[in-house]
Structure formats: C-alpha cells, structure tokens
C-alpha cells in the first residue's frame, strides 16, 4: 500500500517535493515504532496518580467503568477541589485498560457527588452545588460521545444544613442508586442526626417521594436515633417496593450499625441482614440476579475497607476483598466506590489511584485476592 502511494505522488508531484516525501516513510516507520513501545510501557493510571479515586459504576453493557477522581490541586494550583470523570475500557484477555476523562468540574460547576449509569450510554451525578449561605445540589448528565455536561432535571435540592456543610458551601446525598426498571433516583442523606432523609426521584415525572427513617421504637432524640443511612432500592412493584438499608442505629445506651431488608415505604426492618457495633456499614448493593448483597465494611477514616457478600439463601458472610483508604480532604466527593458487573460475576472497586476488579467465587473458600485493571 505504501510503494501505490508513493508512486501515484511521484507521478503529481515535482522533484523537489520527492525529496521530502524520501523522508517521510522513515519518519512514518519511526513515530510507529515510538508509539507501539510508549503503549507498552506507559502506565495508564499515570494519570490520575495522587488523586481520591471513589463513586465506582460499572456500565450495564459491561464494556465500560466510570469513577470519580478529586484532587485540591491541578495545574492552575488554586487550591480548589476538582473532581474529574472518568471512564475506563473493561479489556478482553491480553488487552491494556484505556482511560478518557470525560469532564473535570470545580465546586461553583457542582463537585459530582456520586455516579450513576443511565439509558443509551449516558452518565448521571449528583452535583453539589457551591454557595456561601445556601448549598444545594442538583442531577447531571454527560454522554460518552458529547462530552457536555448538562441538566439531568430542573429542580434542586436542599439537603441537610449542618455547620459543616455552611462553612463549606457544600451539599449533596450520601448515596444514589438509579433503580432501572422505574427509571428512578433513590437517594438519601443526612450530616445531622434528626435530618436523615430518602427521596425517590422517578426521571419520567420528576415528582419526588420523601420517606421517613424512623427512630427506634420508644426512643425519642437525643437519646435515640438513625443516621448515615446507604441503600439501594427496587421499584418493579410499585405496590411492593423492596429497599436494602444500611444505618447507624444509636439507642439510649449504645449504638450499633444495621443493614436491613424492607418491603414497604415505611421501611419497617423487615429482616435485619447485619449488625456491626465496632465497624461501620454503608453501600448496600444487590447482585443482578439477588442472590447476594454486597455492602461496605468500615473500619474509620484512614484505615482499610473490606467489601463483603451476604448470601441471601444461607444467611452467610464473607469479605471478598480490602480496600486501600483513601486520602483525605477531598470531601465531599462522596459515592459508592465498588460496583457489580452487570453478570454479577465480578465487582470493580477503586483502590487508592487505581480502580481494579475481582472475580466473584460463589462456592469457593473466602478469598481476598484482586487483579488490577
């Protein structure tokens, strides 16, 4: 094909510009060769090096996963959170992972608060918006192709005010989950204990629902109450909803974390899953067939994080693999940082600069082991 080329060129072009065009196929041979080797010995995940790696969704047609990277610092080095978004390829066997920052977002833009996939390869996120009297948050959207953010509904949302979130202009969910089969955002919050709340967003009337945690029966604030609530949520039966809750439970004389199962709006503790009163629980997650429910065992700020499966048939649990922390001060860029493919066969999870995958072993013995991505 090169030898066709060159003598088409030959016979259009005068001897002068034959001169240069000698050169040219060596220059080709040589930038091809630089750049076959750079795709050998460049480390992809070079470039989010340092960053807070966190909100991991894996895309329900398996080839793709997205995350959060935040960093203070950037190259106009103003001392501003930015949280960028990416997405990664899902490589067949023998294949290199490839990664494409589809936005990068600054507080007064709205710091992503935690990713979603929605229908035809889009991507959603709730935006904390920034204000130094009011901090409010919205739903975002961005294509694979696009690349421009944009509104995913019209409205905002006010969260719980707290001192924290006024001091620092920020508000926005603990945790979303986009239930498909309503096509609705599941979302809760709550930085104070009396302000946990819940909210079902469905995208095609976007008339929010609010339901209410209940404290513990007979307990009154402040000696009883619920906080950090997590969960997922499925709305195929609108009549019989069914919502996997994670919360801190504090009682009058102790407090201890939760996850349930509930059935109803009321989210009545239908069947208590788990209790933990030395570590925290968050990031209640089905796996696409509801056989099992995966959920976040923590052990505090700065320390490592264990990703457990319960399994629904035999009531047992077992921790599939650990998560390196995170560094701090890139709050509130928040999220679940682990996501089940859409086979259930495995979870991708972010740990420290790298996000990376393990193979889900149903019936095998306990096993820790991951392979990076």
């Known amino acids: 094909m090169c030898?066709?080329?060159?003598?088409?060129?030959?016979s259009k072009r005068k001897f002068a510009a034959l001169c240069s065009l000698l050169v040219l196929p060596v220059l080709l041979v040589s930038s091809c060769a630089e750049t076959k080797h750079e795709n050998k010995t460049t480390n992809p995940w070079s470039a989010v090096k340092g960053y807070n790696l966190s909100s991991v969704v894996w895309s329900p047609r398996g080839d793709h996963i997205d995350f959060v990277a935040a960093s203070h610092k950037d190259d106009t080095d103003d001392g501003l959170i930015r949280a960028s978004i990416w997405v990664m390829s899902v490589p067949e066997q023998g294949q290199t992972v490839k990664l494409r920052r589809l936005a990068t977002l600054t507080r007064k833009q709205?710091?992503?608060v935690a990713l979603f996939w929605?229908?035809?390869?889009?991507?959603?996120?709730?935006?904390?918006?920034?204000?130094?009297?009011?901090?409010?948050?919205?739903?975002?959207?961005?294509?694979l192709r696009d690349?421009?953010?944009?509104?995913?509904?019209?409205?905002?949302?006010?969260?719980?005010?707290?001192?924290l979130a006024m001091e620092s202009g920020f508000d926005g969910p603990d945790d979303v989950y986009y239930d498909t089969d309503s096509r609705s955002l599941i979302f809760s919050g709550g930085l104070v204990p009396i302000g946990v709340y819940i909210r079902i967003l469905p995208l095609s009337t976007g008339k929010v629902r609010n339901l209410s945690v209940h404290h513990p029966e007979?307990?009154?604030?402040p000696k009883g109450y619920v906080s950090a609530v997590t969960l997922c949520?499925?709305?195929?039966?609108?009549?019989?909803?069914?919502?996997?809750i994670a919360a801190n439970i504090m009682t009058e004389t102790t407090g201890e974390w939760q996850i349930w199962r509930s059935n109803s709006y009321s989210l009545k503790q239908d069947r208590i899953l788990a209790i933990s009163l030395?570590?925290?629980?968050?990031?209640?997650?089905?796996?696409?067939?509801?056989?099992?429910l995966a959920y976040l065992e923590s052990r505090g700020s700065g320390k490592p994080?264990?990703?457990?499966?319960?399994?629904?048939?035999?009531?047992?649990?077992?921790?599939?693999?650990?998560?390196?922390?995170?560094?701090?001060?890139?709050?509130?860029?928040?999220?679940?940082?682990?996501?089940?493919?859409?086979?259930?066969?495995?979870?991708?999870?972010?740990?420290?600069?790298?996000?990376?995958?393990?193979?889900?072993?149903?019936?095998?013995?306990?096993?820790?082991?991951?392979?990076?991505?």
């Open 3 to 10: 030898s066709s080329i060159w003598m088409r060129t030959l």
């Open 110 to 112: 709205g710091i992503p």
């Open 118 to 143: 929605l229908d035809n390869n889009r991507i959603g996120w709730a935006a904390s918006l920034y204000s130094e009297t009011m901090p409010a948050y919205t739903f975002m959207q961005i294509g």
């Open 147 to 163: 690349g421009k953010p944009q509104r995913l509904v019209s409205q905002n949302f006010k969260g719980v005010q707290s001192r």
């Open 218 to 221: 007979g307990l009154v604030y």
């Open 233 to 244: 949520g499925s709305l195929r039966n609108p009549e019989k909803p069914e919502f996997y």
């Open 278 to 292: 030395e570590r925290y629980l968050f990031f209640p997650r089905t796996s696409p067939d509801g056989t099992l």
């Open 305 to 373: 994080d264990d990703v457990v499966l319960y399994d629904m048939k035999s009531g047992k649990h077992r921790a599939v693999v650990t998560i390196s922390p995170g560094w701090e001060g890139a709050q509130p860029v928040l999220g679940c940082p682990y996501s089940w493919s859409p086979d259930g066969k495995m979870i991708a999870y972010a740990d420290g600069s790298k996000v990376k995958t393990v193979r889900m072993a149903i019936e095998a013995a306990p096993s820790k082991k991951s392979t990076s991505q």
